[in-house]
């Protein structure tokens, strides 16, 4: 039987007030927590992936226990301009300008939902006509937070604005690296000074493109609007589910970037009617702990969050058989992992498992082809040994080639010389080409 939730043999979906509840509590958990200010660079970029903005600013979430209900007060702290000190007892000094944005209680959280350390905000309507999606992963003293942005767009050669839009389009993406409770946003050289301790992530290290694939296990938490808040464990990833090591995403439709410190993002490049659109965030905050260090044996970290957006859903007249308008964008279902890595993968290489097959050889011979594999050091000499060899006869058989050439060419010269001196006509179809038919025999061409 299927339960309230939807799911066969699952436990019953939560009631209002317990999904009420248990959004309150990752909220307060892994976002509204401390002093709750988290201190970042906000970047911006547009639909090629070029920088075109970065402010310094604060998203401020801060906690009221006290009051009856509990409210937690949504502010930015923007930088608006700054001052270095000239002199040695004075200080720097910033212009900071503060935006109230909202207040949150429990059951009243507007467009926020959570799952896990995950958080999606949206998909919300600007003022501008814009649509925003905004996801967030928390993990220590820091939170990685990306806002994807689409505009309305129409068919070439429909004029914009003459009908409703057929389309949205991303084109800006606001990406945000946040240290809770600092005076100063994470840079290169504060972690270069300070390195984060282990359980904090560390965000301008070089990650390798190999350290996306692993084995990674842990747990996942999904929201759906019909199944509600679920709980589940992942010990083996499959293939198919491991998006974050395709960075270019499974479509061409994927809007895709790749970023320092181990930061994936995928957006759908366009996002139509009927059709979700998946908006991804998969950051490794930390690497493998040294060996031999107080950690030694706490593995590299995973963390993703996928949110589905509906948009441009039309609003139909029956009854008199019109279009009156656009619902409101919906986020249709929410996604967050917490994986760590437990082993390598195996049998990942194509290379291997075309040699194993017999379709590729290894040492110089498959070099040669453009098939490295390892090989042993006497493999390698014997290798050599064997190439330079074959180089040796083949240009001997080369040169021998070319000869043999040279004299048919010579006495096709001799031949039609002493036919024109007796006046004698030939065939140009019999005719050698001055020996070209015997060079090009002679090169294989």
Not at 61 to 85: F, Q, W, Y
Not at 354 to 381: N, R, T, Y
Not at 391 to 416: F, G, I, L, P, V
Request: glycine share 10%; aromatic share 6%; hydrophobic share 35%.
């Amino acid at each position: 039987d299927v339960n309230d939730g939807g799911v066969a043999g699952g436990p019953p979906r939560l009631s209002t007030e317990e999904e009420q509840k248990v959004q309150w509590d990752l909220f307060t958990k892994h976002h509204a927590k401390g002093e709750g200010k988290w201190r970042g660079d906000w970047v911006s970029y547009d639909y090629m992936g070029d920088i075109i903005d970065t402010t310094t600013a604060s998203l401020n979430l801060k906690l009221d226990n006290e009051s009856n209900p509990p409210t937690v007060t949504h502010t930015h702290d923007i930088v608006t301009g700054s001052r270095k000190a000239d002199c040695n007892t004075c200080f720097d000094s910033e212009t900071v300008k503060t935006l109230p944005v909202g207040m949150y209680s429990p059951g009243n959280l507007n467009k926020y939902r959570c799952a896990s350390v995950g958080m999606a905000c949206g998909p919300s309507l600007l003022r501008s006509g814009a649509m925003s999606t905004e996801l967030a992963l928390n993990h220590g003293n820091g939170r990685l937070r990306v806002i994807f942005q689409h505009a309305p767009v129409w068919e070439a050669g429909v004029e914009p604005g003459s009908c409703p839009p057929q389309a949205l389009k991303l084109f800006r993406t606001m990406i945000s690296r946040e240290v809770l409770d600092t005076e100063s946003p994470p840079t290169r050289d504060t972690e270069m000074k300070n390195p984060p301790k282990r359980g904090d992530p560390s965000f301008f290290r070089p990650v390798p493109p190999f350290q996306w694939h692993k084995k990674w296990a842990g747990s996942s938490w999904t929201w759906g609007e019909q199944t509600g808040d679920r709980g589940w464990s992942i010990d083996d990833m499959e293939e198919g589910d491991a998006w974050h090591g395709r960075p270019t995403g499974d479509t061409s439709d994927v809007w895709a970037m790749r970023l320092p410190g181990g930061i994936l993002l995928q957006a759908p490049r366009i996002i139509t009617t009927g059709r979700a659109g998946l908006c991804r965030l998969a950051w490794l905050p930390e690497d493998d702990a040294p060996e031999g260090s107080a950690d030694d044996g706490d593995t590299a970290k995973l963390l993703r969050i996928e949110a589905s957006v509906l948009a441009l859903e039309p609003v139909i007249d029956e009854e008199n058989d019109v279009m009156l308008g656009f619902y409101p964008p919906e986020l249709g279902s929410l996604r967050c992992d917490i994986l760590a890595k437990f082993g390598e993968l195996e049998d990942t290489s194509m290379l291997e498992k075309l040699q194993k097959l017999g379709e590729i050889g290894v040492g110089v011979d498959a070099v040669d082809a453009g098939d490295i594999g390892p090989v042993s050091e006497a493999q390698i000499e014997a290798d050599k040994q064997k190439a330079k060899e074959e180089r040796k006869k083949q240009e001997t058989e080369m040169m021998e080639r070319a000869a043999k050439a040279k004299a048919a060419s010579d006495a096709a010269k001799a031949k039609a010389k002493e036919a024109s001196a007796n006046g004698d006509k030939t065939d140009n179809d019999d005719a050698p080409d001055s020996g070209l038919d015997a060079i090009r025999n002679a090169l294989k061409l």
